[in-house]
Every structure is written in structure tokens, then in C-alpha cells.
């Protein structure tokens, strides 16, 4: 079986959003970004799915974030699944938008520094360990392969 999911993580003035998403499927409750499971018209198009999640968890809209950049695409096979994850990343530019409220759980502003420090899915923080340290300087897309180690990160692109 194959699980394809995305997430989205918001920046703005040094801190990033995050779910505290409870109620989940595939996680227990943990701290992860706004993102969900691809309807079956999303398949070929993670973007159309981590817009759908993100407006129907916030109610944040294409209009009110910057660029939104793919940066990770990552592997794990868990539960006897495939799970392949689609990691987006965008600034928030309409800082008038309440996003307090949410169906799946708690949102909060994070300061950057201590992002890390929050219970997350495994794959979801060796993403964001990696993005913080490397990632977030450069305009690569990654792909990343779950070990027992943590997960190996290599830039993808044509050859």
C-alpha cells in the first residue's frame, strides 16, 4: 500500500507554524505542519493537496503566503505502507488572517530556535532538522530515504 501525504510549514518574523495535530490516523498526537492525504484527483498535483489542507485546517489561501517551495519529498515504510511525504515551505504575508482555529488540533507560532525541541513524526523532524541546518540557505528539492539512522538526504535533479 502506498500513503501519499504533504505538510506545509509557514515562517514569519523568525518563527514557524505548527500543528499540534491530534486525532490522526497515521500519528499519535504530536506537533507537525498542516498537511493531510491526497484526495484521488490530487494524485499527480501535491500542491493542489497541501492548498486544499491548508485552507481547510486555517483557512490560509494561496493569496495570503509567499512562493511556496517543494523541498522534500521523503520515503518511509511503516505499518507494512509506503508512505511518501511531500514537504513544502512558504512565508506568511497576510498577517491580518486569525489563525487560531483549527479542527485537527492546535496551531502555534514557534520560535525557530525551538522547533526541534517539540514531539514530532519522525520523518517530519529529520526534515525539518535538515532544512534548518541546510536547506532553509538554498533552493534545492530533496529527497530523502528513512534508515534506522535518521533519514538520507540527497538533492534531486535532472542528470
Known sequence: MLRNMTAIYIMFKNKMLLLYRVGSRVVQPSW???GGH???DELNDPKACVLRELFEETGITEND???LKLKYIALRMKNNEIR???YYFTELHNTGIDINKCDEGTLEWVDINEVLDREMPFTAKEC???YLSIGKDDNKLYAGVTTENGVNFIELKEF
Do not use: P
Open 128 to 130: 525539518l532538522r535538515h
Open 84 to 86: 511518501q511525504n511531500y
Open 32 to 34: 507537525c505542519g498542516i
Open 38 to 40: 491526497f484526495e484521488k
Open 65 to 67: 503566503i509567499g512562493t
